[in-house]
């Protein structure tokens, strides 16, 4: 089973609406994947997704309210087969927290987006609430991508 993890800093606004982009993306293709998100920090362990990301996602017709915000463990490396950082601060922290064993592919969100390669997605946490929005159409087209480059194009 092909998996991924979604990482932002305090995994409640980017990775989380992220994770739910590439459920959505599994769905559409009938397939059941191992997708999760994860922090860089520890400041909001155990919370819900912010109230404006619950929102976008709820637009959506997706449901954030089971997810909870958790840190990446070194665990995660071995767990998922990608790891993707919505920011290039997050790539840098996990390519430091890798182990040599590891096989997990770490890449840049919007890497997979040809002309928007070493853009990061923009944190809407102290932003307007428009700036979710702007996250959501972000990762949407990111995760569409990373979908069709590892599992092939929707059926």
Known sequence: MTSFLFVCTGNI????LAELAMRREAELRGL????????TGHW????????????????QNLDASPLRARLVTEDDFF???????LDRSHLAILKQMQPRQS???LSL?????????GQDVVDPYYGPDEG?????????????AL?????????
């Open 132 to 144: 979710f929005i702007t996250t959501w159409q972000d990762v949407e087209a990111g995760c569409a």
């Open 13 to 16: 606004c980017r990775s989380p």
């Open 79 to 85: 767990r998922f087969d990608h790891i993707i950082a």
């Open 109 to 117: 969100m919007l890497d997979h987006l040809p002309d928007r390669a």
């Open 147 to 155: 979908a069709i480059a590892s599992l092939g194009p929707r059926p």
């Open 44 to 59: 909001n362990l155990g919370e819900a997704p912010d109230p404006r990301a619950r929102a976008i996602a709820s637009r």
């Open 32 to 39: 059941t994947l191992d997708i999760d998100s994860a922090a």
């Open 103 to 105: 096989k997990a592919r």
